[in-house]
Structures are given as structure tokens and as C-alpha cells.
């Protein structure tokens, strides 16, 4: 089921893919030394993880002087880069520097949700460098952002260094993706008006998880293996209740679940003392050591980072304190 969609979404990204693999191509074919750093970006749901994934499946068949690690620091739990690269490599007391000099290999490093670091941050902007400390070294690093934008300033990036945007899927794209995950659904049956009703709700936002995510719940709902569109409206509508639902639902971090529960029941926004409040006294309840005020401020950021949340300054009763606001998605406000 999940081999069939990571196939199908290749399949509907050849190009981002084979602009991916002709670098990498081009990088493992240098005689000499040589980093490469590519940043791919966009919106959650445009199966940027999938085609690095599979990149890094077929690399591995194809080169056995490549050495490959996958860093998502969000499952990584927030440790930072190189830590992040000691857990991966079974190195834990070496620096990075010294993991670096103990593999000799060229190296394909996959950097996932790369966005949960600020810009600022000294661990993104080591691996931005990372040809001036290691100039002998052979790296081809893949930088994946979920943003709208190019999260940062590639003129400070030592060449040569790429950029590929991951466009949002179109209606056709998403209902090609859901006849592809349904074939992998014996005994269960879905209404052609319901494949289509899904389909334009996450065409709004382009977000094949997102379509993936009604059309789950619905299957997983349906007393009778049948799916049809009002039952597929049901399910979008709770959803559309509680947007951040089904975002929550695919967080790793207890912490940061908690947070979007607590904002998801305050509308449209909460103060970010009281979000602190609520925070701490959930966390107690559950036995889970809470976050002090700046940990969860960071934290809000990250999600922020993530275009779960929004973070504002406003003014009340004549000062100025910290909101956070839920995050309004397109396809929600239009049920």
C-alpha cells in the first residue's frame, strides 16, 4: 500500500526527481573533491520526503562508495545536527568533525524538516559551510524545507548549490494518488463523487497527506466497506472543526501535540501566558516533565517554522503580550 504510493508519487514528481538524480549523477562521476548543497522546498503533502527517499534507495544500489544518512531532527528530538549525525552513524562521544574523518566515503546527507531550526541557528549554518572546515571532503547534501518560500538566503551558500521547488498537486494529481492507495484496499469501496469531493478539498492546498488523511478516516469509519460523498463531507467536516487534527496526529513530540490541542480549542487565538498555563497543567496531569516559558516559546516558533501556527505580538488593556493563532487552511474554510 505504502510501496504503491511512494511509486505513484514518483512517478507524478520524474521531474523534480530527475533534476535530483542527474546532480547527484554528476557529483559521484568528480575526480575531485567536491560539496554540493541542494535545497528543496514546498508546502507539506508534495511528497518532497518521498522522492528523497527513494533517491536514497536507488543511490544505494547504484553506488557502494556513497555513504548515506537520513537526519530528521524532528524524530531526532531536536538535538541538533551533528548530534543528530553521531546517533545516525552509531558514533555517540565523537564530534562531528571526528565522524567526518573516521568515513571516507562521499557522502549523500538527506536533512528532513530542516525548517524546525531557526535561520539563525549554528548547526544550519555549519552545514551550509561545511566545504570551507572539510575542503578534502566529498559531501552532496539535500535540504528539505516545508515552506512557501526559499527559507534561506542561497547567496551565502558556497557554490555550487541548487534549488528545487516542489510545486503544490494539482486535483488530478491527488485523485491519481487516492485510485493508487485504494488498490491496495481489497473489499472496500469508494463512490467516484467521493474520490472527487476529497480530491478538491485537498487541490486547495495541494496536500496529498491531507487527502490521504479523509480518505483513511473515512475507510476506517464506514460500517459497511462503502465510502460515498456524504459520508467523505462527514468526515471533512469534523476535520474542519478541528483543522489542526490532523496535523497533531502526525507530530512525533508529545509536546508539541499538546500545544496544538490546547490552541486548537481556543478560537481563533490564546495568549501565550495562558497557553503556558494550560500547557503545564496538562503535562503535570499526564507525568510529563513540562517545558519551562522559553523552551515553549521556541517550541511555538518551530511550529510556526512549520506553518502550523502563527505567532503575533497585540496589544491588550493598554500592553503588548504574545498570541498565538491557529492557523486557518484553505480547504477548511471553504466546507
Given at each position: ?66 555513504e548515506q544518512i537520513y537526519l530528521d531532527p524532528e524524530t531526532a528530538g531536536c538535538r541538533g545536527l551533528f548530534s ?156 474542519a472543526d478541528n483543522p489542526l487534527e490532523y496535523m497533531s496526529a502526525n507530530l512525533s513530540d508529545i509536546h508539541d ?79
Amino acid at each position: 500500500m505504502e510501496e504503491a504510493l511512494g511509486r505513484e508519487s514518483i512517478r507524478l514528481r520524474v521531474e523534480e526527481y530527475g533534476k535530483i538524480w542527474m546532480l547527484l549523477r554528476m557529483f559521484m562521476e568528480s575526480d575531485d573533491p567536491l560539496t554540493v548543497m541542494l535545497i528543496i522546498w514546498g508546502r507539506p503533502g508534495t511528497g518532497k520526503t518521498t522522492v528523497a527517499r527513494k533517491l536514497m534507495d536507488n543511490a544505494k544500489h547504484a553506488w557502494k562508495n556513497l555513504e548515506q544518512i537520513y537526519l530528521d531532527p524532528e524524530t531526532a528530538g531536536c538535538r541538533g545536527l551533528f548530534s543528530a549525525l553521531q546517533h545516525a552513524c552509531g558514533l555517540r562521544g565523537y564530534s562531528g568533525l571526528e565522524i567526518l574523518r573516521l568515513l571516507r566515503n562521499r557522502f549523500l546527507i538527506v536533512i528532513d524538516n530542516v525548517e524546525i531550526f531557526s535561520p539563525e541557528d549554528k548547526q544550519v549554518s555549519t552545514v551550509l559551510r561545511i566545504s570551507e572546515a572539510f575542503p578534502q571532503g566529498s559531501f552532496f547534501i539535500l535540504l528539505i524545507f516545508r515552506s512557501d518560500s526559499i527559507p534561506v538566503d542561497i547567496s551565502r551558500v558556497p557554490p555550487p548549490a541548487y534549488t528545487i521547488y516542489f510545486r503544490p498537486y494539482t486535483f488530478d494529481e491527488i485523485r491519481t494518488i487516492l485510485t493508487e492507495f485504494l488498490r491496495g484496499h481489497e473489499g472496500f469501496s469508494v463512490d467516484e463523487p467521493a474520490l472527487n469531493t476529497v480530491s478538491r478539498i485537498a487541490s486547495f492546498s495541494g496536500d496529498a497527506r491531507l487527502a490521504l488523511e479523509i480518505l483513511k478516516t473515512s475507510l476506517k469509519t464506514s460500517k459497511d466497506k462503502h465510502v460515498d460523498e456524504k459520508h467523505v463531507l462527514e468526515v471533512s467536516r469534523k476535520l474542519a472543526d478541528n483543522p489542526l487534527e490532523y496535523m497533531s496526529a502526525n507530530l512525533s513530540d508529545i509536546h508539541d501535540r499538546m500545544i496544538l490541542k490546547i490552541v486548537s480549542e481556543h478560537t481563533p487565538n490564546i495568549r501565550l501566558k495562558n497557553l503556558f498555563e494550560e500547557y503545564r497543567a496538562i503535562a503535570r496531569e499526564k507525568g510529563i516533565r513540562p517545558l519551562g516559558y522559553t523552551q515553549l516559546w521556541k517550541r511555538i516558533r518551530i511550529l510556526e517554522n512549520k506553518m502550523l501556527l502563527e505567532f503575533k505580538v497585540s496589544s491588550f488593556e493598554g500592553g503588548r503580550t504574545g498570541v498565538v493563532w491557529r492557523k486557518d487552511l484553505n480547504w477548511a474554510m471553504r466546507l
